[in-house]
Each structure stands twice: as structure tokens, then as C-alpha cells.
């Protein structure tokens, strides 16, 4: 779940041509700069990732809030009323949890998009690998940080109100510290009532690598990469998911997608279009995955992302298009500002509503599991602009200066 408008790239280290070339390449690599600035502005992908954070929440919501819609159906699901027809038509919320390989391929866009927009302008571009860590750093710790601390503390009075969610996990320090290091999935469980938080190590695991998957890009080009990547997704799948264990290299490939996609929009023709049939291929694809889902989620996930994926590769088309975007897209962008607040803060919110309303007892009306993202979208908004915007602010200090030609 990064920030799209945070280009990722660190500072070259090009090699030193002279005279008129260095001027050149100065300039060159200073307009992939002010391009990279502007990199991941598009509508779509912050649409795509307010879509993603609402449908996380709200398949969450349904969770905490309601009996769910087998146990509704046979007990008032043959009434009707709009109480029964808003119930039925949150069916789909079902695959809520497409939401995450979203927030993964667009990702792998966001990251990789400014760093290939540089190699493109310059082939003897270096990836600082150093800055990259210090600015994902500054980027998501202090955000997780607060995060985690507002979930012990929901969570703890959520635990003065018995019975207790089944929810709410272990919120002592060593738990705290797991998550902290982004080590869930890997040497502990996530943390309290906050179980979306196993999708952070992944992405924390994502930026430790993305050095090597650049210099291997490098070296054998995206292509290669992906297919690489798409190897070792499987074998990684086989042998650490049977044990339970969560780790990048099962869930790498959905990123890589999403990196993909940025390395082949830089290098297309500016106004290159990709065919409507990418749009059916996405559709089949989700289709896919939702029947998938129900045999197990691993597979899903891949499928999702392959659809989710041809969606961004055609919807970017839309940069060269009409400048105004669609009023729904414009609508979903806004809550994509702050969906990483969201996604981070909502699932303790929704239990402790739960514990404080109900007493965690799962309710037969659809209503109020509306209230409860009535409640935590403001609060993610509030987050974000406390907590999440000026991170945002940190991370871009450390971003390097752009390099001025020479006069």
C-alpha cells in the first residue's frame, strides 16, 4: 500500500561522461526526474486503491458486525424488505478479500514506475538502495507505529467488555514487536484485533528486495524477471504455505506484475493504445479467482492479480485520453488518499463498536455494519492527516535533489 505520489527511486550513480554529454545526460536524467515527480498521478491508480481500501473494509465490516449471509438467508433471507434487499446486495462483498492483490500490483506500479522512468532516459542509471530503504522507512514506520499503538489501545477497551471478540488477539510487547519488525506471518501472529496487518510484512518484505529485482532488471530485462519471479511464486507457494508461513516470495509475483506494468508503459510509445480485449481478460480472470476462492485463497490471490493487472495495463490508456476524469473515478480517488490509513486502523475500530454496541454478538440486520464504516472513514481521514501525511512529508525530505544541467 504505498504512495503513489512518493516516486521511489533514489538518487544514480551514472557513469561520468564529459562536455556536451554530461550537459546531455544532466538534462536528461533532470526531465526523468520531473517526470518521476508526476509518476503514479493518474486517477485510476488512486481510484483503483480507494476501491481496494473500501472493499478490504467493509468484507471486514461484514465479518465483525453481521451473522453472515448463509445464517441470514435462513432466517428472514425470504422476507422482504429494504433491510433484506441491502443485505442481499452486499453478496459480492463475499471476494472482499480481492481488495489485497489490488494494493499489491499497484504497488509494484507505484515503486518501480519512477525508477524505470530514470533507466529509460539514462541505461547507466543506479538504483540507491540506501535512500530507497530510508525513504519506504520513513514512508510506512511511523504510520504502522501509531497504528499499532491506537489498535492496543481499542483493542484494550475492547477487552473490558466481555465476551470477548474472538478477533482480538495477543497484545502484549512481544506481539507488538513482531509487528513492529513487520515479522507476522513469519514469527508470530498480527497483532490484537488488527489481522489485516499480514499484508504490511509482505509489502515491508517487497522493499528489502526491490534493489536486487532492479539490478536484475538491469541485467535481463522485465520480462525475464517476472518469469523468474513467476517460478519461484509457485515453488515458495508449495513449500512455505502448507507450514503456514506467510513470507514475500509466495505473493512476489502479483507485486512484480504491478512493477511490469510500469517498466512497459515507460517504454511504449506515448500515445501507444492496448487493445479493449484486455478489459475481458481482466474481467475472466476476477471471474476466475472468485471461483478459485472458494477452494482456497492462495489461488485466488494469483488470479486476481493477473486480472487486476490487465485492468491497470488498459485503464492507464487513459492518460492520453479526455483530461476529466469520470465523477465515480474522482470519488474513489479521493478515499485512495488515505487508504493506507484505512486499511491500517479499521478493523479495531469495527470490534470495538461490535463490543461497545453488542457486546461482540453478530447481528441479523445489515445496518449496522453501515454505521461502523460510517465511523471508520472519517477516522481513517483524521489518521491520515495527522499521522499518515506528515510521514509522508519525512519520507519526501529524504528524497534526492534533481540533478541541474550544467550551463
Known amino acids: 500500500m504505498s504512495d503513489s505520489a512518493l516516486d521511489a527511486a533514489g538518487s544514480s550513480l551514472p557513469l561520468s561522461p564529459s562536455g556536451p554529454a554530461r550537459a546531455a545526460s544532466a538534462a536528461s536524467r533532470a526531465s526523468a526526474d520531473a517526470r518521476a515527480d508526476s509518476a503514479g498521478k493518474e486517477h485510476v491508480i488512486d481510484a483503483m486503491r480507494g476501491f481496494a481500501a473500501l472493499l478490504v473494509a467493509y468484507f471486514h465490516c461484514r465479518q465483525v458486525a453481521w451473522v453472515g449471509m448463509q445464517a441470514f438467508h435462513q432466517s428472514v433471507g425470504h422476507s422482504f424488505s429494504l433491510s433484506t434487499i441491502a443485505a442481499y446486495l452486499t453478496f459480492p462483498i463475499a471476494w472482499g478479500s480481492a481488495g489485497v492483490p ?53 483493542d484494550w477497551f475492547s477487552l473490558q467488555l466481555p465476551p470477548v471478540s474472538h478477533k482480538i488477539r495477543e497484545i502484549g510487547l512481544q506481539a507488538f514487536l513482531v509487528n513492529l519488525f513487520s515479522l507476522q ?28 529485482l532492479f539490478a536484475l532488471r538491469r541485467r535481463i530485462g522485465m520480462t525475464s524477471v517476472l518469469a523468474l519471479v513467476a517460478v519461484v511464486n509457485v515453488v515458495s507457494a508449495y513449500v512455505l504455505e502448507r507450514h503456514d508461513l506467510q513470507f514475500f516470495t509466495s505473493y512476489w509475483f502479483s507485486w512484480t506484475l504491478g512493477a511490469w506494468i510500469a517498466d512497459a508503459k515507460v517504454r511504449s510509445a506515448p500515445q501507444a493504445r492496448s487493445s479493449a480485449w484486455l478489459y475481458a481478460l481482466a474481467a475472466g480472470f476476477i471471474a476466475l479467482g472468485c471461483v478459485a476462492f472458494h477452494f482456497g485463497q492462495y489461488g485466488a490471490f494469483q488470479l486476481w492479480a493477473l486480472g487486476f493487472a490487465f485492468y491497470l495495463y488498459k485503464a492507464l490508456d487513459r492518460r492520453n485520453g479526455p483530461p476529466r476524469a469520470s465523477f465515480g473515478t474522482r470519488l474513489l480517488s479521493r478515499f485512495g488518499d488515505f487508504s493506507f490509513s484505512l486499511y491500517l486502523i479499521h478493523l479495531p475500530i469495527f470490534v470495538l ?37 506528515p510521514a509522508m512529508k519525512w519520507s519526501a525530505s529524504f528524497k534526492p535533489a534533481a540533478v541541474k544541467p550544467q550551463q
Open 185 to 212: 506471518g513469519v514469527a508470530g501472529k498480527t497483532y490484537g484485533s488488527n489481522g489485516a496487518l499480514w499484508t504490511l510484512s509482505l509489502e515491508v518484505q517487497f522493499y528489502a528486495i526491490y534493489p536486487l
Open 102 to 154: 489490488i494494493f499489491f500490483v499497484i504497488s509494484g506500479y507505484c515503486i518501480h514506475r519512477g525508477g524505470a522512468l530514470r533507466l529509460a532516459a539514462n541505461p547507466a542509471y543506479r538504483l540507491d538502495a540506501a535512500n530507497f530503504w530510508v525513504r519506504r522507512f520513513a514512508r510506512i514506520y511511523p504510520v504502522l507505529l501509531a497504528a499499532l499503538v491506537l489498535t492496543f489501545a481499542l
Open 353 to 389: 463498536l461490535s463490543s461497545l454496541l453488542f457486546r461482540s454478538a453478530l447481528q441479523m440486520s445489515i445496518w449496522p455494519s453501515f454505521g461502523y464504516m460510517l465511523v471508520a472513514v472519517p477516522a481513517a481521514y483524521v489518521f491520515y492527516r495527522l499521522v499518515e501525511l
